[in-house]
Structures are given as C-alpha cells and as structure tokens.
C-alpha cells in the first residue's frame, strides 16, 4: 500500500487483514522464540489489550490534565521502587522502553556532572557486556564510552572498572544482568568504588528487576544489586520484559530527586507556553503506563513467584541439558533465565548449529566475542524445552557429521561478521542496508533474500541483517 486508500474501510475487514499478516513472524506462542517476546498467555494478552485500550487516547504530556495517568505512574514507579528497596525518597517515570531508561541515565548524570564538578568532557564505564542502548546513549548524548572487560565469569572486572575512573567520569554502570551472558556484575563492589570516588553508579536492571527480586526470594543466590547497595543511585527495570506488561513501557527509579531533576527539560521561552518534561518523550502514551499497572495488578508477588519459579526450573533444566551435549558449554554461571552456550570443539562450528535449530524451527540469537547462541527463557518455554534439548542434540550431531556446515549458510555470514577485523566496513555496509530497509521502498528484506547466496561483504551483510534482533 503505498498511499491512504480514498474511502475507508469497516473495522472488522481492516482487522481481518492485519491479522493476515503476521503469518510469517516467528512463532512466539508456541515458545519458538528465545528472545523479543515475554508471552503468557491470550488471556493475558487480551487483558493488557484492554487496560491499553482504555487509555488509547490518554496523553501523559500533561500531568495536570490526565490527572489518572499520572496516579497511574506515580504508582507504577512506587511499586517497582518498593520492589528494588527503594526508600520513601526514590522516584522515578515511567519511560517507553529500556533503551529510552538508558538514555535518560546518561543525561541525567552528563547534566550532573557538567552542573556539580563542571566536567566538560564527560566519560561514562561501562562493562563490555553493557547493553547496546548504552553506547547509543553515549552517541547521542556526546559521553565518551569507556568499556571494561569482563573476567572469565563474565561479570565486569571491578578493579580494573577502579582503574579507568578520571576525573571525566560522570557514571558507572553494572548489569543486572547483562543481556549477552545473563550474569549480574558486582554492584557491591562497583558501589564501593562509585561511593569512593562520589561518582554516580546506575543498575540496568532492565531485563532482571521485575525478575531476580523473586528468583531471590525462591532461594537461588542473587548477589545484592539493587538500592540495598549503598552507592546504588539508579535503577532501569522493564515493565514489558518479566513485568509481562504490553510493548512500549520501562522504569527508571532515582535515590532521590537532587539526583532525578537533572533528567527534567524545562523551556520557559516557547511562544506555546512554558513546557516541562520528565523524559524524551513529548506526547506519552497512556497505554503503556496503564497496562504496566494492570499487569503488575494482576500479577500480585504470587504470580510473579510462581511464574519465577516455573522459569527458573526450566532454565536448569535447559542449562543442565546443553551442559551434557558433548561439545557445548553454558557460558560463566547466570544468576538468572538467561544464558549463553558455545562450542568446546574446534570443528562445531556454533552458528552451523544455529542454522540447524532454525532450520527446525527455532528463532535463536546469534552473539559474538566469544561466537555463542543466547536464550531468554520464558514461562512458554517449560513445555517445549524438551523438543529444544532434543532437537539441540540432534543439530549437533548433524554439524559434527558435516562440519562443512560451519562454513556455509548463516554459519558462514555470521562467522564472518563476527571476525572480520575492519569494523569500519562492517558498520558501512549494515549503514547501507539500514538505507534501504528505510528508503523510500523499504524492501532491504527483500533485495537481501533474493541476492542470497551470490558471495559478497553487502550481501552476506544482507542476510545478516535480515535475522537482526532489535
Ligand atoms: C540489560 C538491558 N538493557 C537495556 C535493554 C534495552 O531495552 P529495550 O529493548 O526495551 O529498549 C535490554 C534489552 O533487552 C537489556 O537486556
């Protein structure tokens, strides 16, 4: 479709064909996915459509006027700080997404920085495992990222994290966990350090904060990460990962507010009025915030136990599993439902195992450095982990049998990528399809699958991306 259709249609059609359209997305219901989608179950999913729903019009750019959204937030905010042992003093918003928790952080404590010590050339640390959004936040925000290497646990290394502070330094960050090998950095000792120094530390607990209070609480060891540790200034947690609320909400949760009102915007000069904002965003979405607070409503401690506990038994199920293929590894010890495995044997190549699991129906994350495949477990997930074990064993053997795999296919694109040491030119052509999948056609997808196959940086590059995660 390429222009509004001149008379519109009934609802019901418009919707019979949407649906129509997903056929082809992976398969989240079934728990074919590992990554993505926290999916429970439709009734969960209608009930969130409907909280959403109720607020579809709403607009938080005025907490004057849509006086409930802002009870809503406030609310939100409240019971993930209750959650993360923020005190009375804690607050926070609710913002659309980790990546927008992310940013905020880096501006907030640039501005901190540049307002308190005048440091003008600001610097940010950052484990190497850090999320992406991270170096997005430094991009966009002018903070020259400073990444530390992990030690052979995979945790950020704390003494060398003590060495790189400079006086530039306007925050460190730890992971809890970090998304590529799901372990939790140690915020106890980075909090010693950050108190030391007086330099901000933030938690990106955007992925575990709505999930490790309660892996905790069940027993299994989860090291202190959250506002307990007393250098601890912030803390990202993502309502629509294990908070299983609808796409598009996440929280960031400050110590205070001398530390909060550096995220602010305020303009007192527009000719439409004095405007203030909490976040990036200008309108912001009621839905969001609504369906965050209908699902932890619905959730109660009870359900987010229980589903903890379901996810967790999966998890050690799957990793004990993995573990007992010959040929694989899970990566460091993960505190919680996500992990990474790599190959122990030269010629198993990893990423020809991928291609196999995909080939059997699986959509599983590709990583690098070292080359591992990652799985996020969900409470989907309990009952096809088997199929998955089985079907593992099954990959590996057939890789092992044909170990020209590993250099074929996916296997021998992202083997590439992974390797290829001029980053640059990686970077330009990833550029150069992220053009066209934009472009005025918007058919990278398909200029990518029909030029499979036929050799080249671009097109290998291609394919790449058309397994891309976001
Ligand atoms: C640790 C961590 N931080 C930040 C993000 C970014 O979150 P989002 O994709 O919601 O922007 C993710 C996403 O998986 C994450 O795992």
């Not at 205070?256 to 303009?267: G, K, L, T, W």
């Not at 129906?361 to 989907?380: F, N, S, Y």
């Not at 390797?419 to 992220?434: A, G, S």
């Amino acid at each position: 479709m390429t222009s509004i259709p001149d008379t519109g249609r009934d609802y019901e059609s418009v919707l019979d064909e949407l649906k129509t359209f997903s056929h082809d997305d992976p398969d989240y219901k079934s728990g074919r996915t590992w990554s993505l989608v926290y999916y429970l179950d439709e009734a969960h999913t209608d009930f969130l459509n409907r909280a959403s729903g109720l607020y579809a019009s709403a607009n938080g750019l005025n907490p004057m006027a849509f006086k409930s959204l802002k009870r809503l937030e406030t609310e939100v905010v409240r019971m993930t700080a209750d959650l993360l042992h923020g005190d009375d003093g804690a607050c926070g918003i609710v913002t659309s997404g980790g990546t927008e928790s992310c940013l905020l952080a880096v501006k907030t404590y640039r501005d901190m920085a540049a307002k308190q010590k005048k440091i003008r050339r600001p610097e940010m640390i950052l484990p190497e495992s850090a999320h992406v959004a991270w170096d997005k936040g430094a991009q966009y925000f002018n903070v020259k990222p400073v990444r530390i290497p992990l030690d052979d646990g995979f945790r950020v290394d704390a003494e060398k994290v003590r060495r790189a502070v400079t006086r530039n330094t306007v925050m460190i960050l730890g992971s809890a966990p970090g998304y590529p090998h799901g372990v939790v950095d140690p915020i106890e000792e980075l909090g010693e350090i950050a108190r030391a120094k007086n330099i901000p530390l933030h938690v990106d607990a955007c992925v575990g904060g709505y999930l490790l209070p309660f892996v905790e609480a069940l027993g299994h060891p989860v090291p202190p990460f959250d506002f307990r540790v007393p250098g601890v200034t912030s803390i990202s947690a993502d309502t629509h990962k294990y908070g299983y609320s609808a796409k598009g909400a996440s929280t960031i949760l400050y110590r205070n507010m001398d530390i909060m009102e550096h995220q602010i915007f305020v303009s007192t000069e527009w000719p439409g009025g004095v405007f203030a904002s909490p976040g990036l965003l200008g309108t912001r979405p009621g839905g969001g915030v609504a369906a965050a607070w209908a699902a932890m409503q619905a959730m109660g401690r009870e359900g987010y136990l229980s589903r903890a506990r379901e996810i967790m038994d999966t998890t050690q199920k799957l990793m004990d599993g993995i573990n007992a293929i010959e040929g694989l590894k899970i990566l460091g010890s993960p505190e919680m439902s996500l992990f990474a495995y790599r190959s122990t044997e030269k010629k198993l190549g990893i990423y020809a195992v991928g291609d196999r699991m995909e080939k059997r129906g699986w959509h599983i994350d590709r990583q690098q450095k070292p080359e591992c495949l990652h799985a996020m477990v969900t409470p989907r997930h309990r009952d096809i982990a088997e199929t998955y074990l089985k079907d593992l064993a099954e990959s590996v053997a057939e890789v092992r049998a044909n170990p020209k795999l590993s250099v074929q296919g996916g296997a021998a694109t992202y083997g590439m990528v992974s390797k290829v040491p001029f980053r640059k030119m990686v970077k330009k052509n990833v550029l150069e399809m992220m053009r066209q999948m934009y472009g005025p056609d918007g058919q990278a997808l398909n200029l990518a699958e029909e030029n499979a196959g036929k050799g080249g940086i671009a097109d290998r590059l291609g394919r790449l991306f058309l397994r891309l995660r976001s």
